[in-house]
């Protein structure tokens, strides 16, 4: 009686021996393909880990130039105004249109490639802050263009579609009145955002600042008494 083929595989497949030598003549072909898969999934991920890191690297100096290119100029004729020197603000109205040009820019980006609108929203108020800053030295305190920008991002901590952890850092209408509180609010969304942006955690012991030196510059002493005659 002749046996059927299949019923000769199945018993051969049951010896240990066979059961060895075939798993034996697959394994390096497995190992082959999901190997090779592996391998192309985590050289792709470097790769897209790297592209990211450049990515958000080169915003995130992009942020800071942008902020500090005329944040700087800003405080220097603040200080200016306040020490009874020269004030040297001519060109300041064609800075500020700088500022906001390039400020809209790096908001456009950051609305493109971070979904969750956080980043975008404390950059946003990042600009929002040296607005006020400048509107308060080139309108007036009680100028009518002051006072609408105030009432207007005033309401800002209020406005549901900013994301939360954003929106408790915006600074209500009286507050919008104290220079130093503003001063101090765009150092820290500036850091926020920043931090955000490299994809690392807000809470600060997490690492160094991106703000070197919080405050250098912000805040002003009172200034010098004149010397009278007598001294």
Known sequence: MTI????????????????????????????????????????????????????????????????????????????QEHYGQEVESAELPARFEEFRIAARVVEAKLHAYFSDEEARYLWHGVVDMLSVRYYRLAFGADGQRTIDMIGTHGQHPGEAQIPARARVLFLRQDELQDDNMVMRRFEEMLNHAIQLVLNRRLDPSAGGDAILQPGRGSRLKPPPRPHSADE
Do not use: C, H
């Open 4 to 79: 059927p083929q299949t019923l000769l595989i199945e018993r051969s497949l049951a010896d240990p021996f066979w059961k060895e030598a075939v798993l034996a003549g697959i394994g390096p072909i497995v190992a082959a393909v999901f190997g090779g898969l592996a391998v192309g999934l985590i050289v792709q991920y470097i790769q897209n880990r790297r592209e990211f890191l450049t990515f958000s690297t080169a915003l995130s100096l992009d942020m800071m130039q942008t902020a500090y290119g005329f944040y700087t100029r800003l405080i220097e004729v603040i200080r």
